[in-house]
């Protein structure tokens, strides 16, 4: 399983952007998938899940309200809806997937990550 994060770019604060994570392999082998993001000098943070159906959905107090994940298994792909964007949202983000059906916070708990693709909020 490989995943591959894209999609990051510059954008001013208030903005949207759309980021997004390509998969190989079999959707099933990763029911779970999640964003985390890391900004300079800071540990990684998690954003949010979501389960294979699609239909239950996790997000951090950061993000919920101007963030959503959702997922296209036959596309094999997974997104991430980024509005209002914040200066503080500036990061480097990542997507991770998980071989378990449930979902955790703790990076630990996720197999696989994509490389992360860099997010910059002008003020």
């Known amino acids: 399983v490989q995943l591959q994060a894209f999609g990051g770019g510059m954008v001013q604060a208030g903005g949207s952007l759309t980021l997004s994570c390509a998969a190989s392999?079999?959707?099933?082998?990763?029911?779970?998938v999640a964003w985390y993001r890391q900004a300079p000098g800071k540990e990684r943070e998690f954003l949010a899940a979501?389960?294979?159906?699609?239909?239950?959905?996790h997000y951090s107090d950061s993000v919920k309200g101007r963030f959503t994940i959702s997922r296209d298994n036959a596309e094999k792909m997974v997104y991430l809806q980024m509005n209002i964007l914040k200066p503080e949202d500036t990061a480097d983000y990542y997507c991770?997937?998980?071989?378990?059906?449930?979902?955790?916070?703790?990076?630990?708990?996720?197999?696989?990550w994509g490389q992360g693709t860099l997010v910059t909020v002008s003020s």
């Open positions: 979501i389960s294979w159906s699609g239909e239950n959905t």
């Open positions: 991770a997937a998980s071989r378990y059906s449930y979902w955790d916070t703790r990076a630990g708990f996720y197999d696989w």
């Open positions: 392999g079999s959707m099933h082998s990763f029911p779970s």
